[in-house]
Nanobody, 114 residues
Framework: QVQLVESGGGLVQPGGSLRLSCAASGFTFSSYVMGWYRQAPGKEREFVAT????????TYADSVKGRFTISRDNVKKTVYLEMNSLKPEDTAVYYCKARLTRYWGQGTQVTVSS
């Protein structure tokens, strides 16, 4: 029973911040690269960030570099996405995923609007 559950989304003003969480269960979380992806209405799902199994290496899409930070806690089996300086174009459903698997969460809605 692999499960990934995202939380922390909501409505925020431009320039604001949110912290997303993804709680994992049912697989060896500490062995996997984890990633965040997002999908806006009418657009393809796109890569946002990844983090290595130990948390020692990260990658980011150019559109979020310098504003978002991915992290993980292998004891809590949770991956996080800290989002700062949010823009309307960040509005999307955000998903977490385990690399090289079909393990997706249900998504959490982030809406950036005044």
């Amino acid at each position: 029973q692999v499960q990934l559950v995202e939380s922390g989304g909501g409505l925020v003003q431009p320039g604001g911040s949110l912290r997303l969480s993804c709680a994992a269960s049912g697989f060896t979380f500490s062995s996997y690269v984890m990633g965040w992806y997002r999908q806006a209405p009418g657009k393809e799902r796109e890569f946002v960030a990844t983090i290595s199994s130990s948390g020692g290496s990260t990658t980011y899409a150019d559109s979020v570099k310098g504003r978002f930070t991915i992290s993980r806690d292998n004891v809590k089996k949770t991956v996080y996405l800290e989002m700062n300086s949010l823009k309307p174009e960040d509005t999307a459903v955000y998903y977490c995923k385990a690399r090289l698997t079909r393990y997706w969460g249900q998504g959490t809605q982030v809406t950036v609007s005044s």
